[in-house]
């Protein structure tokens, strides 16, 4: 891809195709949570995460030999291709800890404020003006996301408040890692490049961390282990180079909006799947959702503010 193709193919607005793919990629990775329960009963997280980014690697490289898609010449993006992969592998360390204090109920929440750090970020660096009207379909859509998860949030103790804010700051690298994607020379850089990126450098951030995560297997089975290979060949070689793609073309604000599908969808899935407990909360969280992203990624005329 040079730089002049990827410049010319971005979009000002989410249109259909943009919105057809974040709803199965948000769903895919709503699915990704049942497969994170069912792998983490045989291989501890971390371990995990190491495999995971391996084994998507070696996909991705092989696809891009296949393809003949260069992956290791100079094109100005080792600065923030590393600083980007860093801010990724941070980002899964601190949600790692931060569920040690928290609830994942409360983990969940204080990641998925990624949107609102998107829209502050997107406002200075990349030219997407926040208005009301964006703002307020976010807060009607992280609305959705509190609804679903009410019944398990509790007055945080000291210890939890330190899990927040760990998971917090998670959230904020996450928005981080979308705005200097677009905001470097990375939006010029092949997905599978940038990909790449983020899962040698967070595959090494990972490795430190296995001696404190306990033993790598526990009650390894074929369930877990092809839940492994669903997250490596799918989740990570597949929606992953999706979404980079996505990234490069349409507006930050629009695409992070839907983050806040994927834990209702997560919610959804654990219901059907593992036979988790549902209630029609999850219905009315997905219509609050839906009004949300509407209204963040409605069309703005020309002459009136949105």
């Not at 995971?52 to 100079?74: D, K, N, Q, T």
């Not at 829209?119 to 208005?131: A, N, S």
């Not at 597949?238 to 994927?262: D, E, H, K, N, Q």
Request: proline share 5%; glycine share 10%.
């Amino acid at each position: 891809m040079t730089a002049a193709g990827a410049i010319s193919d971005r979009r000002d607005a989410m249109d259909a195709f943009a919105v057809s793919l974040m709803l199965l990629l948000t769903f895919s990775w709503g699915l990704n949570q049942v497969a994170v329960k069912i792998s983490n009963t045989g291989y501890n997280p971390v371990f995990l995460s190491i495999v995971r980014s391996a084994i998507g690697a070696a996909l991705v490289l092989a696809w891009c030999r296949y393809r003949r898609i260069p992956l290791f010449e100079r094109d100005g993006t080792l600065l923030a291709g590393l600083t980007a992969g860093l801010l990724f592998g941070v980002e899964f360390v601190l949600i790692f800890f931060g569920l040690d204090y928290t609830s994942a109920a409360r983990s969940t929440l204080m990641v998925n404020t990624m949107p609102f750090w998107v829209l502050l970020g997107g406002h200075f660096f990349l030219g997407e003006r926040i208005t009301l009207t964006k703002f307020l379909g976010l807060a009607l859509a992280f609305a959705g996301v509190v609804l679903v998860f009410s019944d398990q949030l509790s007055l945080p103790t000291p210890e939890a408040i330190r899990g927040d804010i760990l998971c917090l700051t998670a959230g904020i690298l996450w928005a981080a890692t979308t705005i200097l994607i677009k905001n470097s020379r990375l939006a010029t850089a092949s997905p599978e490049k940038t990909l790449m990126y983020q899962l040698g450098v967070s595959a090494l951030a990972s490795i430190p961390l296995l001696p404190f995560a306990g033993p790598a297997l526990r009650d390894v089975s074929a369930l877990a282990t092809g839940s492994v290979l669903f997250q490596a060949i799918y989740i990570v070689a597949f929606t992953y180079i999706l979404w980079f793609w996505l990234v490069s073309r349409y507006p930050a604000t629009g695409l992070a909006s839907f983050a806040f599908l994927s834990p209702v969808f997560g919610v959804l899935c654990g219901g059907l799947l593992l036979g988790e407990p549902l209630s029609v909360k999850i219905f009315l969280a997905l219509g609050l959702i839906a009004v949300g992203l509407v209204v963040v990624n409605r069309p703005v005329r020309r002459g009136i503010p949105g």
